[in-house]
């Protein structure tokens, strides 16, 4: 069955950055893109962005455009997130999720989430 | 951009139904799905476009959308069912993705 796993977690200092591995399983990684999903504590779900493994589309936030990056390794069946300059408000679980190809639209196999804390 | 609106909390004794709403301008003319989120688990897609449900999802769990109300409704509802729930759209203006505030079920 489709499977995502993902790094474990981090502690990271204020302005520093992050960088999370989601590595697929159980499917034909090309075939779906990723999503990547944010629940900092006490607040509820928040999209980042998505990209496509297939052609390395992708489509951003608006509010993580510019200080986010994605990326896959389509030789690894992983998916990549970093997030450069971060503030304690990015402290939060991290989750990848299979979206559909060509857009987003909404994610049926979710992975785990990574947890990552961001304190001086 | 799109915004969906949720009601904060709803309650429900077990054996009865619940039901969640998710509120957006002709939400209608979008698909809407949902997604339950226990403590410190990974979200679960309970329903997609609108009505569907996902192979391992109960059939107690259905949903409807029409005008400006997207609802979910949870038959038959066990502790089990505790969790919050959010509702998600995709919008072609703006962010594509767009999620509700979320609503937290509380079985009594």
């Known amino acids: 069955q489709a499977q995502l796993v993902q790094s474990g977690a981090e502690v990271k200092k204020p302005g520093a950055s992050v960088k999370v591995a989601c590595k697929a399983s159980g499917y034909t990684f090309t075939s779906s893109g990723i999503s990547w999903v944010r629940q900092a504590p006490g607040q509820g779900l928040e999209w980042m962005g998505w990209?496509?493994?297939?052609?390395?589309?992708?489509n951003f936030a608006q509010k993580f455009q510019g200080r986010a990056t994605m990326t896959t390794d389509t030789s690894t069946s992983t998916a990549f997130l970093e997030v450069r300059s971060l503030r304690s408000d990015d402290t939060a679980v991290y989750y990848c999720?299979?979206?559909?190809?060509?857009?987003?639209?909404?994610?049926?196999?979710w992975g785990k989430g990574t947890t990552v804390t961001v304190s001086s | 951009s799109y915004v969906l609106t949720q009601p904060p909390s709803v309650s429900v004794a077990p054996g009865k139904t619940a039901r969640m709403t998710c509120g957006g301008n002709?939400?209608?003319?979008?698909?809407v799905h949902w997604y339950q989120k226990k403590g410190g688990q990974a979200p679960v897609l309970v329903i997609y476009y609108d009505g569907d449900r996902p192979s391992g999802i109960p059939e107690r769990f259905s949903g409807s959308n029409s005008g400006n109300t997207a609802t979910l409704t949870i038959s038959r509802v066990e502790a089990g069912d505790e969790a919050d729930y959010y509702c998600q759209v995709w919008d072609s203006i703006g962010d594509p993705v767009i999620f509700g505030g979320g609503t937290k079920l509380t079985v009594l």
């Open positions: 990209i496509s493994p297939y052609n390395g589309n992708k």
């Open positions: 002709n939400i209608g003319s979008k698909s």
């Open positions: 999720a299979r979206d559909m190809d060509g857009t987003p639209y909404y994610m049926d196999v």
